[in-house]
């Protein structure tokens, strides 16, 4: 059975930092894409970050570029989320969200329960 | 980058209704597109892929069609517990940009 399971959400000061990290078990994680999604609350689901399978190339919203970092380590499987410089309008669920392939461009089949990132002074 | 546009942003429907949600990309994409259902408080399933590919598990009264541009969801026939909020998403490339969601309720 996949799992994935999110943490290190919580309460954050303006211009903070938080790492985020998502740990995968029931698969090969080494062969799948992995994204990090979010949803302010009361709002919609916004794409955040991907890494592709290899581990090597990353993509980023407009929104979050330069800030967030996404990084991942195979050999625990689990992916991270480096969240810089953080502003009250990141707050939201985070969810973690595994592809079905290793490719980078691809719909997500599994998710994470999220876990919760509030920015406030 | 592509955008997208979902609509209407909400429906009232009765059981037994067909319902057909609609998604707009703002150039083509031919058949890069999955549908999403979120019920209230939980995470969100993944319906159909690749436009019309119907998820292992998910109902036959849920399809998908379209390419290129103009893409809907339809659920044949409106239960209960399709109570939601749907979305759409493009994968043809990054961003992997959401539609803004279309919320379903029972009239």
């Known amino acids: 059975e996949v799992q994935l399971l999110e943490s290190g959400g919580g309460l954050v000061q303006p211009g903070g930092s938080l790492r985020l990290s998502c740990a995968a078990s029931?698969?090969?994680?080494?062969?799948?894409?992995m994204s990090w999604v979010r949803q302010a609350p009361g709002k919609g689901l916004e794409w955040v970050s991907v890494i592709c399978g290899s581990g090597g190339i990353t993509y980023y919203a407009d929104s979050v570029k330069g800030r967030f970092t996404m990084s991942r380590d195979n050999s625990k499987n689990t992916v991270y989320l480096q969240m810089n410089s953080l502003r009250a309008e990141d707050t939201a669920v985070y969810y973690c969200a595994k592809a079905p392939v290793q490719s980078c461009y691809k719909y997500f089949d599994y998710w994470g329960q999220g876990t919760l990132v509030t920015v406030s002074s | 980058d592509i955008q997208m546009t979902q609509s209407p942003s909400s429906l009232s429907a009765s059981v037994g209704d067909r319902v057909t949600i609609t998604c707009r990309a703002s150039?083509?994409?031919?058949?890069?597109l999955a549908w999403y259902q979120q019920k209230p408080g939980k995470v969100p399933k993944l319906l159909i892929y690749a436009a019309s590919t119907l998820q292992s598990g998910v109902p036959s009264r849920f399809s998908g069609s379209g390419s290129g541009t103009d893409f809907t969801l339809t659920i044949s026939s409106l239960q209960r517990e399709d109570v939601a909020t749907y979305y759409c998403q493009k994968y043809n490339s990054a961003p992997l940009t959401f539609g803004g969601g279309t919320k379903v309720e029972i009239k």
């Open positions: 150039q083509g994409m031919s058949d890069y």
């Open positions: 029931g698969i090969t994680f080494s062969s799948y894409a």
